[in-house]
């Protein structure tokens, strides 16, 4: 319920439903630090706010853009600033801040935008993130560490000392290899663990509809290029070879 001149601030495409005191208005927001990573991953850096303009309550129905729980968040309770997945905040009431971060520690670079891109969720108002499959809160005591995989971190407290770690090299993600890039967290602080993540639950929608037959594997043909790229290598280093 939104009272007489209160908003919302939610992500694009949220929005279910809303009664007829609601004003919608698609906003920049100048916080948001990695807009431009945003852009250039084809991510929106706009947000919409829902402002009630009538004299009586209002309402908004908010949604998950997929199959997930929705997780609400007291910033008060947790200090006043937690750091987030890009795609998990859905929306915040009160004095809510989200901006978007790059994390300039190039050990801390993964692959893809999700990587790259953190949020911050600071103020002292209530966020709502989105988490799929069971949600698990941990509270870590100073100096206790926990080895999470990163896809699987939905949000967690600033005081978390948090480092990528990968389990061996990254030829291995040619060949299908699941947890290769796991987050070691350091306390003191809370975590919020979620254990099925968008990417992961759309991998196993397309394994069920699609063919098992090899040649429709979608790493298939990488497999084969990369079969031919060292028998190349090995063919020309034994000509090498034999020439010596």
């Known amino acids: 319920m939104l009272k007489p001149q209160e908003k919302v601030i939610a992500k694009p495409g949220s929005m279910c439903y809303m009664s007829g005191s609601i004003q919608m208005e698609n906003v920049y927001l100048h916080e948001h630090e990695g807009g431009m990573w945003q852009w250039l991953f084809g991510k929106s850096a706009s947000s919409i706010v829902f402002y009630n303009t009538g004299g009586i309550d209002g309402f908004v129905g908010i949604a998950a853009p997929s199959l997930a729980r929705i997780l609400p968040i007291d910033l008060a309770v947790f200090g006043g600033e ?3 997945q890009p795609d998990a905040f859905l929306c915040s009431v009160n004095e809510v801040t989200v901006t978007n ?18 949020q911050k969720l600071s103020g002292q108002g209530l966020a709502f993130i989105a988490a799929g499959g069971s949600v698990v809160q941990k509270n870590l005591d100073v100096g206790e560490v926990l080895v999470v995989d990163a896809a699987c971190i939905v949000a967690m407290t600033a005081t978390i000392n948090f480092q990528v770690k990968y389990n061996g090299p990254m030829r291995r993600v040619v060949f299908g290899v699941d947890n290769l890039v796991t987050g070691v967290l350091t306390g003191p602080g809370i975590v919020f663990i979620q254990s099925l993540p968008f990417y992961r639950f759309s991998q196993r929608i397309a394994r069920a509809v699609t063919s098992p037959s090899m040649r429709e594997n979608p790493k298939f043909f990488m497999q084969i290029a990369v079969f ?7 063919i020309v280093s034994s000509l090498f070879l034999t020439d010596a």
């Open 228 to 234: 031919f790229v060292l028998a190349y290598v090995m």
């Open 101 to 118: 971060l790059v994390d300039q520690r190039a050990r801390n670079v993964v692959t893809g935008p999700e990587g790259i891109l953190r």
């Open 82 to 84: 937690v750091l987030c």
